[in-house]
């Protein structure tokens, strides 16, 4: 339980347990420039953070743009590059 002085913000997230990394810290990996920090962080969201979650912290194009660099297990990569497949043709069709 977090005390009423405490932010949301300063939390860890659930899909970090073993990091001393908060929400701030999380935001500010994905919005940086260190590639290897973004590409595990943006790893572990998609392997660990429930569907929901994924998308309150990444977009598609942020999978997209990183997907070279990330490390997963070979069936959560092929499930991702399919998905990232079919969004891509959905968004041929849309245009």
Not at 51 to 62: A, K, N
């Amino acid at each position: 339980m977090i005390s009423s002085d405490q932010s949301v913000q300063s939390q860890r997230p659930y899909f970090i347990w073993d990091y001393d990394l908060t929400e701030d810290d999380v935001h500010r990996i994905l919005r940086g420039d260190n590639e290897v920090e973004k590409a595990w962080l943006i790893t572990r969201i998609l392997e660990y953070a429930k569907w929901e979650d994924i998308w309150r912290y990444l977009t598609v194009d942020d999978v997209r743009e990183n997907f070279e660099r990330l490390r997963m297990k070979p069936y959560q990569r092929d499930l991702w590059a399919y998905a990232l497949e079919v969004w891509s043709e959905d968004d041929k069709r849309r245009s």
